[in-house]
């Protein structure tokens, strides 16, 4: 569902001489709703079917996601981000449906993304919901997939809208959505190191915090 390429444009929301993310910066980096390890929150409950638990969580992250985006999306403009940009060189690109990769701006992007995952979601020969229907063997790989485009919007809104989500007061509750997100790729091996190296300082405060198990 896309590549990287190198981007120059869209600055990053950054803090301090050292031109440091926002989101890095204490108390910002710190600020979460809970205490403790989402580790307990992640794990496969007792009797509930593991294919119902990933599907489930996949709706539930897309939702919320999609909340926070929406809370700032009136500042993804083309002007402001002409790109999906997920940091310091990093450029995702959107593949269509004839395989062609395309630049977007974030908003774009965004939304072709959300709109795929949508339909994604409502495929019953993917995700049933009706009684007498099992989940396909490939469940785990669409899942990875979804995964991976909900892991750019962090990405992009951590880099270059975080200020915003400061003056909203959002920062607790985007920080533990991004703990929980991540804990619960881990616990079923959602995303690889390459997938997540845009963040993976924020990712490895939160480990030595306690809030993601290492």
Not at 122 to 146: H, S, Y
Request: charged share 20%; glycine share 6%; hydrophobic share 40%.
């Amino acid at each position: 569902l896309g590549g990287k390429k190198k981007a120059p444009k869209s600055k990053p929301t950054t803090s301090g001489p050292n031109n440091k993310p926002l989101f890095l910066c204490n108390p910002f980096v710190s600020n979460m709703l809970v205490k403790g390890s989402f580790k307990t929150i992640v794990e496969l409950p007792k009797y509930v079917d593991a294919n119902e638990w990933l599907a489930f969580n996949t709706f539930e992250f897309f939702t919320y996601i999609n909340l926070f985006y929406g809370s700032i999306a009136d500042f993804c403009t083309i002007q402001s981000c002409p790109s999906m940009s997920g940091g310091p060189g990093i450029e995702y690109t959107w593949t269509d449906a004839q395989s062609k990769k395309m630049k977007l701006p974030a908003s774009q992007y965004v939304d072709l993304m959300a709109t795929s995952i949508q339909n994604t979601l409502n495929d019953e020969t993917l995700f049933p919901t009706k009684a007498g229907r099992d989940f396909p063997r490939e469940l785990p790989i669409v899942v990875r997939k979804i995964y991976s485009q909900l892991f750019r919007v962090f990405a992009h809104i951590y880099y270059h809208h975080y200020e915003k989500v400061l003056s909203l007061h959002e920062e607790g509750h985007f920080n533990s959505l991004f703990a929980h997100f991540i804990s619960f790729a881990k616990e079923f091996d959602l995303l690889d190191k390459k997938e997540t190296a845009p963040l993976q300082e924020l990712i490895d405060v939160m480990e030595r915090n306690g809030v993601i198990a290492a």
